[in-house]
């Protein structure tokens, strides 16, 4: 048997991690200390407690949000990449380089949960390319997000 191995990493490819190991409980939370740690409607996370967790490139930077945790984000872009409590270290779902297979299986801080959250699901959706108004302005969008993959080194060339 073979053991489970994760990468991931923040937009701007200044601090990755690989994980090995098998992931703990995922899931997310509507507290808003999550929230605004993510400037999300809530925050997916996973438990790394009972895997090896090593970054690979950078470390995050961190913010103590309470008495009993630590947020980590990455110094350069923001990206939100931990939640650090006395019980273990949780990795945000999203900075996996593969989030698809990460699936919340609970709800946590629902107290807090934003009273439009649960209809969000049954709002019209669109294509990104259906946005007439910006088809213009994302014909030629060069992105300078890290890829989805390690690297060897980042980034190829500075953004300007």
């Known amino acids: 048997m073979t053991t489970p191995f994760y990468t991931g990493g923040c937009q701007c490819g200044a601090v990755r991690f690989h994980v090995e190991g098998a992931l703990g409980d995922a899931s997310v939370c509507h507290c808003r200390m999550c929230q605004k740690a993510s400037g999300n409607f809530y925050l997916p996370l996973v438990s790394v407690s009972g895997a090896k967790l090593t970054w690979t490139r950078g470390e995050p930077k961190r913010f103590r949000s309470s008495n009993h945790g630590y947020r980590g984000f990455c110094a350069e872009c923001g990206t939100p990449l931990t939640y650090e409590a006395p019980d273990g270290v949780a990795l945000t779902i999203a900075a996996f380089d593969d989030p698809a297979e990460i699936a919340p299986r609970i709800q946590w801080g629902i ?50």
Do not use: C, N
């Open 111 to 160: 107290e807090a949960k934003l009273p439009y959250v649960d209809t969000i699901r049954d709002l019209p959706g669109e294509d990104t390319m259906a946005d007439q108004g910006a088809a213009a302005f994302l014909a030629d969008l060069v992105s300078y997000q890290h890829p989805d993959h390690d690297t060897d080194e980042w980034p190829p060339e500075r953004a300007p």
